[in-house]
């Protein structure tokens, strides 16, 4: 047993830190290919999600969306299949030692990292569209004219929202349909079978998971949040005996922790959509996968906060006609009443490891 528990460590950690060294070591480079080709929005959000000015926005970081490009999320797009796909080859090899690192398992990872993937293409499209410049001359020009309506900005937040219930119905199917799941766990009071209606919770669940994608907001932000949710999952997979599950997440933590080297002020790329929707759908199957969707909330609380923030300034505007916060998503909100970035960045960090601890204490309790 103890040998056990002693190679699972080893096979996490080493897997964990093999994720960071590369995403470390290719971030140069593709940092130097998203300057090159300047691929940064050439426009900058002038109007809040429900209409009117952003004034906060545009003070705090109207400059900063120029000249920063997007595509950093690619590290954590890409990085887990490609560290999945270099020890499976090495497990391959014949030598013993070695074919214990591989974390490809039908039952833990194929759909985690599957999900990783569709999610993070329907991102990287959103983002290329966000980059695109319109012609200045030519018949691409007048083709501009007729269709660029269509694709500057990125896609629309409905198409992305569908895109996404697409996503999660695929997953939510293979979940009830291939896997047989029909329950959910609530700590200290055990599974509860909810039948078919399985099916449009999971997808209800990756749609606010990914609405708390706003937290991408502070240089900084997002990838320190992400760390200790999936870090906190890790745990959870580990004491379940998932540990080819577990080795997943702490792999998207190790490539998370390279783009945050990256990303900390003055960040030299954002995360963009392409890491984002890559996070949170990937979070989703993960916490289905680990029973432990009913302590998602509290893990990733600030995702919560940073959704329900939006979600209220909006209803806030619409029916009482004025804001509850300065500005939305709420990280903003501090930063209109006076508080620097880093440290709005560093004290969300503190918050969402203390939820982090909590959320997996009443998991493993429960």
Not at 25 to 34: A, G, K, R
Not at 90 to 117: C, D
Request: glycine share 10%; aromatic share 14%.
């Amino acid at each position: 047993m103890e040998i056990n528990f002693t190679l699972s460590v080893l096979k996490i950690a080493t897997l964990a830190a093999t994720s960071f060294l590369l995403a470390f070591c290719v971030t140069p480079f593709l940092i130097h290919v998203l300057y090159k080709h300047r691929l940064w929005r050439k426009t900058v959000r002038t109007e809040a999600l429900g209409g009117g000015e952003v004034p906060f926005f545009q003070k705090f970081h109207g400059e900063g969306e120029i000249k920063t490009p997007r595509f950093g999320g690619m590290l954590i797009w890409l990085m887990p299949p490609a560290v999945a796909l270099l020890f499976f080859a090495l497990a391959s090899t014949q030598i013993g030692w070695l074919e214990k690192f591989s974390f490809l398992s039908r039952g833990q990872t194929w759909l985690p990292l599957a999900t990783l993937l569709a999610a993070g293409a329907v991102g990287f499209l959103d983002d290329i569209m966000q980059v695109i410049a319109p012609p200045t001359k030519g018949f691409s020009k007048l083709l501009w004219d007729r269709l660029g309506k269509y694709v500057a900005g990125g896609l629309h937040l409905k198409y992305r929202f569908a895109l996404v219930s697409l996503i999660g119905l695929v997953a939510a199917s293979w979940f009830f349909y291939k896997l047989g799941w029909s329950t959910i766990h609530i700590p200290g009071v055990g599974d509860l079978p909810i039948g078919i209606l399985y099916i449009p919770l999971f997808v209800i669940v990756m749609l606010a998971t990914y609405s708390g994608g706003v937290i991408d907001g502070i240089d900084g932000l997002s990838g320190g949040t992400f760390a200790s949710i999936f870090g906190a999952y890790g745990v959870i997979a580990f004491s379940r005996g998932q540990i080819d599950l577990a080795a997943f997440c702490f792999v998207v933590a190790g490539a998370i922790l390279a783009f945050l080297w990256f990303n900390i002020p003055p960040a030299r790329f954002y995360m963009g959509e392409t890491g984002m929707m890559a996070l949170t759908a990937s979070l989703t199957v993960v916490a289905f996968l680990t029973d432990s969707v009913f302590v998602l909330p509290i893990i990733a609380i600030l995702l919560v906060a940073e959704s329900a923030s939006v979600i209220i300034q909006l209803l806030s505007k619409k029916f009482r006609k004025k804001k509850v916060f300065l500005a939305a998503p709420i990280h903003h909100h501090f930063e209109a009443k006076g508080w620097p970035p880093h440290k709005v960045t560093m004290r969300f960090w503190v918050v969402g490891v203390v939820a982090a601890l909590v959320g997996v204490a009443i998991r493993l309790i429960g």
